[in-house]
């Protein structure tokens, strides 16, 4: 079975694990990432592929907003 990769972007930890742990546990297949804000999700979008991406909408540094259009300019982030 393939491996897919979910990144969780979300100011709180506890948010972040919250989603994270229920991820596991509903779908075993997804390898997840964390990110606690925009700045450091697109870092890490810059450097791996990730098939399902899960935001928060208003933190710091970049909003879920600003990380959404951000993704929308970028070919691999287009359809995701």
Do not use: H, K
Not at 33 to 45: D, F, H, I, K, V
Request: glycine share 4%; proline share 4%.
């Amino acid at each position: 079975m393939a491996v897919l990769r979910a990144l969780v972007v979300d100011d709180a930890s506890f948010v972040r694990d919250l989603v994270r742990r229920t991820l596991r546990q509903s779908f075993p297949v997804f390898e997840v990432t964390e990110a606690p804000n925009g700045r450091r999700a697109q870092s890490l979008m810059s450097r791996t592929r990730f098939d399902l991406i899960l935001c928060d909408w208003e933190m710091p540094e970049m909003s879920g907003l600003e990380l959404l259009q951000w993704m929308r300019g970028e070919d691999n982030y287009r359809q995701v």
